[in-house]
């Protein structure tokens, strides 16, 4: 099929390279020139696990090309808006604006019989109302098919859904659209992949949903993470006890410095605007609870480093092990790992951050912070290290070695991954998040 994929960041860029990758013809379009030449070039302008591959391989079969001009758009069939939707600046709500200017832009390419569908993560109702604008400017149909890929995990994601749901409207257009997509999908269905075909408020409410319960499930392990540091009891031995029954299951529980990136933040907030506006705004005012208990663990995390260090950090040279929201990602949008890098350095910390991706992208953000590209230079006389992002060289580092290198050894571990045992037994001092 000839594709074309509206937006090219984290979302667009693997869209368009997985949908070539199982054999259409795609074109990436994106306004951003800087993307736009990297893509072509088949360079990844981010970090994600195998995307590069897939580049160059969809780039050398000729199936895939990108373009500043929304005017390449024309001629194909389906149209993927997978476009930014972030949180408006000083409040909750989400912030349509590349939405509205995608769709805007597109109209005039459209054919009757095309199809939009929507990608990005919108508040529910968004999709009724441009279903609309399409009609009246073009006649073409929208479609809206919310993602769940995760970063580091984008390009199985995409290739391998867990799920599909089509948001579709209603009669014989719906049926169309259904075609269309069950056409673009055809190898995720030869695999049986489920899929949900319903209306555009619940293929909206689904995405929401999704990340609403993902947050608070990690809010919930991390409240009682809290719990279990006025109590002295151990949430990581909790979290495995309750994570045995099946009706709860042990992913996503976690507990430690928290949630952050470019989704679950701003998703939650955005949802909750969205129910006040629909008059419901009680249904979902937890999610606001369920945000206070993540960032407090930020504030937390910084209060051990604090108390660790024997009341004030100030001169002290904290080694910070991870900038990115999650390992396996470049992305630091609302990092916890960053944040509280930031929070020490703003208390008189000489903060030395490192990461294996992270570090331009924290510096555009963040210059006044110290950092270091290899791990070793950044432990070098720390008189405290604190472990923000769970990257695999740092839950395997050798507590003997790297003792070898701090001043002190007191390390914080705001990801609750390595073995206290094993550090408390090199001579560490060593402290997780809501373990005694
Ligand atoms: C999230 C969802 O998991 C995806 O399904 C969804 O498609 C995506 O948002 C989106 O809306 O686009 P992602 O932002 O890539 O994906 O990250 P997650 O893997 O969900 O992790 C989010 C944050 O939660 C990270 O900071 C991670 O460190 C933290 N986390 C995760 C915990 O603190 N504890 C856990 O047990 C799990």
Not at 114 to 127: C, M, R
Not at 300 to 311: F, K
Not at 394 to 421: A, F, M, S, T, W
């Amino acid at each position: 099929m000839r594709i074309s994929v509206i937006g090219c960041g984290y979302l667009g860029a693997v869209h368009a390279a997985s949908m070539a990758e199982l054999g259409h013809e795609v074109t990436g379009i994106d306004v951003d020139p800087a993307k736009i030449q990297a893509l072509q070039a088949a360079q990844a302008p981010f970090f994600e696990p195998g995307l590069t591959d897939i580049l160059e391989s969809a780039m050398a079969s000729g199936r895939l090309s990108f373009s500043t001009n929304i005017a390449d758009a024309k001629g194909a069939q389906v149209h993927f808006v997978a476009v930014g939707t972030p949180q408006k600046k000083g409040e909750n709500a989400a912030d349509l604006t590349y939405v509205d200017a995608a769709i805007d832009a597109l109209i005039p390419q459209l054919g009757v019989s095309d199809l939009v569908v929507g990608k990005s993560t919108v508040p529910v109702g968004t999709a009724e109302r441009l279903a609309e604008k399409i009609e009246a400017g073009s006649g073409a149909t929208l479609a809206w098919n919310p993602e769940f890929l995760r970063e580091g995990f984008a390009v199985k994601d995409t290739i391998s859904p867990d799920r599909l749901v089509y948001g579709l409207p209603a009669g014989e257009k719906g049926k169309k659209a259904k075609q269309l997509l069950d056409e673009v999908y055809a190898t995720a269905l030869s695999n049986d992949t489920p899929v949900v075909a319903t209306d555009y408020a619940t293929s909206e409410l689904v995405k929401v949903s999704a990340n609403a319960f993902l947050a608070t499930k990690i809010s919930f392990i991390n409240a009682m993470a809290e719990i279990a540091e006025v109590a002295g009891a151990d949430v990581t031995a909790l979290a495995d006890a309750i994570g045995y029954d099946a009706r709860i299951g042990r992913r996503f529980l976690n507990a430690g410095v928290g949630f952050g990136g470019g989704c679950l933040p701003k998703d939650i907030r955005g949802f909750a605007a969205r129910a006040e506006e629909l008059g419901r705004g009680e249904s979902i005012r937890f999610l606001l609870e369920i945000d206070k208990i993540n960032m407090r663990r930020r504030e937390r995390m910084v209060e051990m480093v604090i108390e660790a260090l024997g009341g004030q950090v100030y001169k002290k040279k904290v080694a910070v092990l991870g900038l990115a929201f999650k390992p396996d990602s470049d992305d630091v949008r609302d990092s916890p790992a960053l944040d509280v890098a930031v929070r020490l350095n703003g208390l008189g910390a000489h903060v030395i951050a490192t990461d294996p991706e992270a570090i331009p992208n924290s510096i555009r953000l963040h210059p006044q912070l110290g950092f270091a590209t290899d791990t070793m230079d950044a432990l070098n006389h720390a008189d405290a290290v604190v472990l923000v992002t769970e990257w695999k060289e740092y839950r395997n580092l050798d507590p003997v070695e790297v003792g070898k290198l701090v001043r002190d050894k007191i390390i914080i571990d705001g990801r609750n991954v390595l073995d206290p045992v094993q550090w408390r037994a090199a001579g560490w001092i060593y402290k997780g998040m809501g373990r005694p």
